[in-house]
């Protein structure tokens, strides 16, 4: 009997760690916060301009021996308090420069914004995933040093990631390993096993209707389908559009800029302000968009 009591101990145990692992395994996001909120009043026209209503500066960064690439960091001169941060990362064989116009756009409606390259331009999604996570590492780092041109100016727990292609495989498997508010895929690719039924973090799918490399109905569209319908999520399809689509230069910056960032004001910095760009009836009639879905669980 002694022998059934302590198989049942360590049974109970085992199950135990194993629940604990799994909960792990897909971080949620952190507690609002109680004065995120800036900017003005937000509209169809302002999010689709060039730049928001704060002013940008950049620094260049050396990824050496940081676990990431040379990369460029963009943040507001004339917002106050601390902001949340994001890191972009490109994808297979690209560079920062597909996926820098974030940068200014994002920086310029309150966000401290990393936009990277990569180690190599052969990385996989998961070494993506990793970079992502050490760039975010070092622009929180940068703001606790008071020597940075951003000192003072992260909140920690106020993080995103966006990633195009293997960049946005790469965003979807880091928000299954670290806490982070909102993630933005574009045109995401991961190959193989994924545990996508556990994130936690808020979703935005951007993908491209016409994509041959990573085509929509086996990577975005599915990927979409594993995020839980507990997890505020969406999915926005380019009508026509190659693998290219969300790309610097590309005609879709205004709109996917109006959807991005509403998507990162609302899970960053809560502001609620925000909802209506992305549950109301906004995406009915623009003609770039052959398909919107989301829960709106939130």
């Known amino acids: 009997m002694k022998i059934n009591m302590s198989i049942a101990k360590t049974a109970l145990l085992a199950a135990s760690l194993l629940a604990t692992t799994y909960a792990f395994s897909a971080p949620g996001p952190s507690a609002p916060c109680t004065d995120c909120t800036r900017g003005p009043t937000p509209t169809v026209a302002s999010l689709k301009s060039n730049s928001g209503p704060f002013n940008v500066s950049e620094y260049s960064v050396s990824g050496y021996l940081k676990g990431f690439g040379d990369s460029t960091v963009h943040y507001p001169t004339n917002a106050t308090g601390k902001m949340g941060a994001i890191a972009v990362i490109p994808g297979y064989l690209s560079y920062e420069s597909s996926i820098e116009w974030w940068g200014p756009r994002l920086a310029s409606h309150?966000?401290?914004?990393?936009?990277?390259?990569?180690?190599?331009?052969?990385?996989?999604?998961?070494?993506?995933?990793?970079?992502?996570?050490?760039?975010?590492?070092?622009?929180?780092?940068?703001?606790?040093?008071?020597?940075?041109?951003?000192?003072?100016?992260?909140?920690?727990?106020?993080?995103?990631?966006?990633?195009?292609?293997?960049?946005?495989?790469?965003?979807?498997?880091?928000?299954?390993?670290?806490?982070?508010?909102?993630?933005?895929?574009?045109?995401?690719?991961?190959?193989?096993?994924?545990?996508?039924?556990?994130?936690?973090?808020?979703?935005?799918?951007?993908?491209?209707?016409?994509?041959?490399?990573?085509?929509?109905?086996?990577?975005?569209?599915?990927?979409?389908?594993e995020v839980p319908n507990a997890t505020p999520k969406a999915f926005l399809e380019i009508y026509g559009g190659s693998h290219f689509c969300a790309n610097t230069d590309y005609p879709n910056e205004d709109l996917l800029g109006m959807y991005g960032i509403s998507w990162m004001k609302r899970f960053i910095d809560f502001d609620r302000r925000y909802d209506q760009f992305l549950c109301g009836p906004n995406h009915e009639a623009d003609l770039s968009i052959s398909e919107y879905r989301e829960n709106c669980n939130y």
Not at 195 to 215: E, H, N, R, Y
Request: with cysteine; glycine share 8%.
């Open 110 to 225: 309150g966000f401290v914004v990393i936009t990277m390259n990569t180690n190599t331009i052969y990385d996989q999604p998961d070494s993506r995933a990793n970079q992502l996570s050490r760039a975010l590492d070092y622009v929180i780092e940068q703001s606790n040093s008071r020597y940075s041109p951003i000192a003072g100016k992260v909140d920690s727990t106020r993080l995103g990631a966006i990633g195009w292609s293997m960049g946005g495989g790469g965003s979807l498997k880091l928000s299954t390993e670290r806490s982070l508010n909102a993630i933005i895929p574009q045109a995401p690719y991961y190959a193989g096993f994924n545990s996508f039924d556990t994130i936690k973090t808020p979703t935005m799918i951007l993908a491209c209707g016409a994509d041959v490399v990573a085509p929509v109905r086996s990577h975005a569209s599915p990927f979409y389908n």
